[in-house]
């Protein structure tokens, strides 16, 4: 099963994210849930890289992605903001039809 837990502060926004695990929807290289978070998840870093200037710092290796910000100036919290929440959304909705190989954990405070 892939684990996503994704911290917050008091006021919802996100301070850090992992991924942890395989799917074990599919053999490897056909599993699809796990092209499905890998898709969504290097996506929205790719964003988070491209589209601010934030100062982050992230992991990605076999099995396991971590990701935490460290300073973004306020212009750049609203992009990421809109990146990650995109991001977050459609891990639930992947969750939601595949509850069995992904599991969502959203923390706040």
Do not use: P, W
Not at 69 to 75: H, L, R, Y
Not at 76 to 102: C, H, N
């Amino acid at each position: 099963m892939i684990e996503v837990v994704i911290n917050r502060n008091c006021d919802g926004k996100i301070l850090d994210f992992k991924v942890t695990g395989h799917a074990g929807y599919g053999e490897y290289g056909k599993d699809i849930v796990c092209a499905a978070v890998s898709a969504v998840v290097q996506t929205a870093l790719l964003g988070v890289k491209e589209l601010t200037r934030a100062h982050v710092e992230k992991s990605v290796a076999e099995g396991k992605i971590v990701f935490k910000i460290i300073e973004v100036s306020f212009e750049d919290r609203v992009k990421m903001d809109s990146i990650l929440e995109t991001m977050v959304l459609g891990l639930k909705d992947i969750a939601e039809g595949y509850g069995k190989y992904l599991k969502v954990e959203d923390r706040r405070c």
